[in-house]
């Protein structure tokens, strides 16, 4: 690759339908390669629904590129190896109970594997190293269904990370973490993007939010405001989207939401 | 890291093929004419061709069932996502079933009879029967993008077809004994040829679903996420129901209707190791296996000489076994 793109996911004129309702309208983003963007927004206003959408696993209408490649052109194989998408835990992985963690995180390296081949030390040094991330790595002989749930969730995000994928999609990733895992998760966020990886974070944690380099502000099924996360008009915006029922500060060098 | 995990897998799968093995060599000896028949077949031919024709064949393919129906119900709890799942979800039972009794009203006979034309007419109707109830299924969820719908067809079509079956034998009431034989299962007639289908069948069933269960295992966490892992869901799946179709159809076409088998051979495996499906399903086979020859050789033993119809015995120890399940999983609060 002789030039690195500057956009790491397009959207142009995306809508979805969920059922016979439509809950985004017509959405043109980019989002940064290389940086970390969070989308943020009330309940319902379509910030999941995005995600999937911009991860190909929701049938929609418009345009989504990857790297700048209209995504449909993509084979599901490539994707899954250059996109890692973590969807909201509680959402359906209930039946993996069953499962070792040690095979859930090497679930992740699907993508990389030919079918039915061992896994190889790439493999195996990769799960490590994510299970090592979400320090999960202490349980990797105990089923899924023995966890709690914030232990849960540090499992599905060491196999979201076991891709190792250029692009990460995490929809609600802080679900049921305790503040200090919520802290490694944001370092790990930080140490992706100075790779040189791209980060797109669902958060409804407004500080961890504001942590990020950009922050894309939603309502209603569409974006309503896409800046720098120090940018006043960026929080004005986030004030407005939430009924000016909170206010953004700053408080020893972090930007934070209270409410009013 | 993984070796003790591997080498309790590995004992499991050892254990489960050395008990299977000597309760083979047992069978021999179960029957009307006892061990005798087995100490004398050496040198008496009678006694050789009662062990070599009959026993053997017999047992060898409660264990072949046994196994089918053990990897169909690993395969069907893992593709709908439901540890209750069984292998009879899809209308398989109730269009083999139907199929019988159509072939009885319409030819006569008995399901005993040991006419090999009359067994081959039976038996490929109840795979036939078994197979195109799962076709039914399938045409009217649309195909298998959709759990909830496969599973409504499979409840629907289940329905639909027992109550014609209903109406054929209130129709012609004479069947109503030889298909009562059929719907309770027994391993009695099976001789080497059906032992032969059965295997056959098992092995192409084994390798394919070996090969699919990492789709099984992607699945587990949830189909998005399957998806966003690259993997091809819609030819996968269908070939997983395939898979279900043809190793149902086969063990319930030889054997008839074995309840708890499939049920709850992944159950016994998982409560002693936990694995990826791969495993799960070679160990769930292998275990289907022994359960069904365990309870084929109780049955023959416990009113020894008269016998039990297998298909009772598995159905009053598979029911016992759910509710020490349900009470265990009570007790800690869980849901199944």
């Known amino acids: 690759m002789s030039r690195t793109p500057s956009a790491a996911l397009e959207a142009h004129g995306l809508s979805a339908t969920l059922g016979s309702v439509e809950v985004l309208h017509g959405i043109d983003l980019a989002l940064a390669a290389g940086r970390w963007t969070s989308i943020v927004g009330p309940n319902g206003a379509g910030k999941s629904t995005l995600l999937k959408a911009l991860a190909g696993l929701l049938a929609h209408r418009g345009e989504v590129r990857l790297f700048g490649e209209a995504q449909a052109a993509v084979s599901a194989r490539v994707r899954a190896r250059r996109l890692s998408w973590l969807g909201q835990s509680g959402t359906g992985e209930g039946s993996a109970d069953d499962l070792m963690v040690y095979d859930v995180a090497m679930l992740g390296r699907l993508p990389h594997q030919r079918w039915l081949a061992a896994p190889s030390g790439a493999d195996r040094d990769a799960v490590e190293r994510a299970l090592r991330s979400t320090q999960a790595w202490d349980w990797r002989d105990r089923p899924l269904g023995q966890l709690s749930g914030g232990e849960r969730q540090r499992v599905l995000l060491a196999r979201a990370l076991a891709v190792e994928a250029e692009l990460l999609l995490m929809d609600e990733p802080l679900a049921n973490l305790d503040p200090p895992h919520q802290a490694d998760w944001m370092q790990t966020a930080r140490a992706l993007v100075a790779q040189g990886r791209t980060v797109v974070s669902v958060l409804h944690e407004l500080p961890m939010a504001l942590a990020a380099d950009e922050l894309v502000v939603m309502n209603r099924g569409r974006v309503v405001h896409h800046g720098a996360c120090a940018d006043p008009a960026t929080h004005a915006a986030l004030e407005q989207v939430f009924d000016h029922r909170i206010r953004v500060h700053r408080v020893a060098d972090q930007w934070i939401a209270l409410p009013l | ?336």
């Open chain 2, 1 to 336: 890291m993984h070796s003790a995990h591997l080498r309790r897998v590995l004992l499991l799968g050892a254990g489960l093929l050395v008990l299977g093995a000597a309760l083979l060599l047992f069978g021999l000896g179960i029957g009307s004419t006892g061990f005798q028949s087995l100490l004398s077949a050496r040198h008496d031919p009678v006694a050789l061709q009662i062990v070599w024709d009959i026993r053997l064949p017999r047992t060898l393919g409660a264990w072949l069932a046994g196994a089918l129906l053990g990897l169909a119900g690993a395969v069907a709890q893992g593709l709908f996502r439901n540890p209750l799942a069984d292998p009879y979800l899809l209308g398989s039972a109730s269009g083999a079933s139907l199929a019988v009794a159509l072939a009885l009203m319409l030819f006569g006979g008995s399901v005993t009879s040991t006419q090999w034309v009359m067994r081959l007419g039976l038996t490929g109707a109840a795979f036939v029967g078994a197979v195109a109830a799962v076709l039914l299924t399938l045409t009217l969820a649309r195909g298998v993008q959709q759990t909830l719908r496969l599973l409504l067809a499979g409840v629907i079509v289940g329905v639909v077809l027992g109550a014609a079956k209903d109406l054929i034998t209130i129709a012609s009431a004479d069947i109503l004994q030889a298909l009562q034989g059929f719907v309770l299962g027994s391993t009695g007639l099976v001789g080497w040829a059906a032992c032969a289908v059965m295997a056959a069948v098992g092995a192409v069933c084994l390798l394919l679903a070996w090969a699919l269960a990492p789709v099984l295992d992607g699945l587990a966490l949830g189909e998005a996420t399957a998806r966003s892992l690259g993997l091809p869901l819609g030819g996968m799946r269908a070939a997983l129901v395939a898979v279900l179709a043809l190793a149902t159809g086969a063990a319930v076409a030889q054997t008839g209707l074995i309840a708890f088998v499939g049920l709850a051979a992944p159950h016994l495996v998982r409560s002693v190791v936990k694995t990826t499906h791969a495993r799960l399903i070679v160990l769930s086979a292998l275990m289907g296996g022994l359960l069904l020859m365990a309870a084929d050789l109780l049955a023959r033993w416990l009113i020894a000489p008269q016998e039990l119809p297998v298909g009772v015995l598995t159905a009053v120890l598979g029911g016992s076994y759910l509710l020490w399940l349900m009470h265990r999983r009570g007790a800690k609060g869980g849901g199944l």
